[in-house]
C-alpha cells in the first residue's frame, strides 16, 4: 500500500497531545471524519466483486480506517496479520512473470494492470481533509488559549455581546 504522510503531523501531535482532552477531542473528530471520507471513496473506486476472476471481495471486506488510540491520526487500508496482502497489486498492478509452483513447474502470470482506487481517493479529498483538520486545530488552539468561549464565541468580541445582552433586558 502506498504510505502518504503529511509533513509536520508527528510535531502537531506532540502539541495537541498536551492540550487539554475537550481540545482534543474535535480534532479527533475531524481526523476520523477525513479518514472515513478517503475509505469510503476508495470503496467506491475499488474493482466490484466478480469484475474479473481475481476480483474476490477479499481486499473490500478487509479495508479498514484504523484510528490511533489518541485519537489524533488514522490509517486507511488492510492491516495485520489478515490483511488484504494483494493490495498494492490492484492500486499499482503487477507485470506478467513467472511463478514458480511446487514439484517444479513454471506458470507464467499474464500480470495485471493498475486499478487506483486508494491514491485518488486521498488527492480527492485531501484539500477539504486539510481544511477541516486544519480548522479543528485553530478552534481547539484558540479555545486552549482562552479566545474562544465554549458557545463559539470569540473572547474578542465579548464587549458587544455584553452591551448586546444589556440592551435586551427590560
Known sequence: MARRRLSGATKLRRLLRRLPVEAQAEV?????????????????????????????GELRAKFKVKIRKDGLGASVGSFGKRRARHAHLV?????????????GAV??????PAQPFLVPAFKANKA????????A?????????????????????????????KDADP
Request: proline share 6%; no cysteine; net charge positive.
Open 28 to 56: 479527533a473528530t475531524a481526523i476520523e471524519a477525513a479518514a472515513t471520507r478517503i475509505h469510503d471513496d476508495a470503496l467506491a473506486a475499488m474493482p466490484a466483486v466478480g469484475k474479473n476472476r481475481y476480483a474476490t
Open 91 to 103: 492500486e499499482f498492478g503487477a507485470r506478467p512473470h513467472a511463478i514458480k509452483m511446487p514439484g
Open 107 to 112: 506458470i507464467q502470470h499474464p500480470g495485471s
Open 128 to 135: 477539504r481533509n486539510l481544511a477541516d483538520i486544519g480548522g
Open 137 to 165: 486545530v485553530d478552534r481547539a488552539l484558540k479555545h486552549t488559549a482562552g479566545l474562544v468561549t465554549d458557545d463559539g464565541d470569540s473572547l474578542a468580541a465579548l464587549p458587544a455581546l455584553i452591551r448586546r445582552t
